[in-house]
């Protein structure tokens, strides 16, 4: 925290020395690509909003930064498969049974015992932002690139996991029991549980990486189209999955106020 602090002040301290600085407000939406289907990719919404700073170097070069909160996304997916005998080992303890043997015994006789366990989750990330773009402007174009800075805030977790357990759908346990007492104390064929909370766990608090786009501007109103990938894993340990940075497609509009230095009036001596 104390490094984004450091960069932020240097930032703008750097425009406010600058002989002409723009500033305003940004608001716009990021577009996330969340998973890649057969079909295509899917998306996921996200907000965008900040101050935008502007420091003009010439006619024609100029550096952009700001402050800005923003919101990423990011997908995972899980598989596992275990025994039913491993999973509900405790009520075998229990009975005083030993769940491996009676597992060995089981396949033996070709049953299958597996547990079929599938994770979908969706990790939603809130960051506060600092850019440092160059730009280069022609005509009413401008041309974005350079890195950025990022501290995590917030996260949320949604996660959907299904159970499925092949055995309970070939065996009907309701035929050895007609009250129904034991059959409710026993798992379900195919079930699915979900769950949201609020969690930053095994996630990144800092996030490095670049931005490049184009934009267009109108007088003080300007519309910008920016494409932004980090550098770095969205997890503090990935293990041994693939790198799995956090991308965003982010619309804008920026309203800038120009801001230019007075001349310092001297006084006369007549």
Do not use: W
Request: with cysteine; aromatic share 12%.
């Amino acid at each position: 925290m104390k490094n984004l602090t450091l960069i932020t002040t240097l930032l703008f301290s750097l425009a406010v020395c600058g002989q002409k600085v723009s500033i305003g407000p940004e608001l716009g939406i990021n577009i996330i690509p969340i998973e890649n289907t057969n079909l295509g990719y899917n998306y996921q919404l996200g907000f965008h909003f900040g101050g935008h700073v502007k420091y003009h170097i010439s006619e024609k070069f100029k550096i952009s930064t700001g402050l800005f909160i923003t919101q990423k996304k990011v997908k995972y997916e899980a598989a596992d498969t275990s025994s039913i005998f491993e999973k509900y080992k405790s009520l075998f303890q229990l009975a005083n049974i030993d769940e491996q043997e009676l597992d060995s015994i089981a396949q033996s006789f070709g049953v299958n015992t597996d547990v079929l366990e599938s994770t979908q989750g969706m990790h939603s990330e809130v960051f506060i932002k600092i850019p440092v773009l160059a730009n280069y402007k022609y005509k009413n174009f401008n041309m974005y690139l350079g890195p950025y800075f990022g501290l995590l805030l917030m996260a949320n977790k949604k996660e959907e996991i299904r159970t499925q357990i092949p055995l309970m759908n070939v065996i009907d346990f309701s035929q050895f029991d007609s009250t129904g007492f034991a059959s409710a104390f026993l798992p379900e064929a195919d079930e699915t549980e979900t769950s949201s909370k609020s969690t930053t766990e095994n996630l990144n608090s800092l996030d490095i990486g670049f931005n490049a786009g184009i934009g267009y501007e109108m007088n003080n109103l300007h519309f910008n189209l920016m494409y932004s990938q980090s550098f770095l894993d969205y997890r503090k340990d990935r293990a041994e999955d693939k790198l799995t940075p956090l991308k965003t497609i982010r619309l804008s509009i920026v309203y800038l106020f120009d801001l230019e230095k007075k001349a310092e009036s001297v006084p006369s001596f007549q």
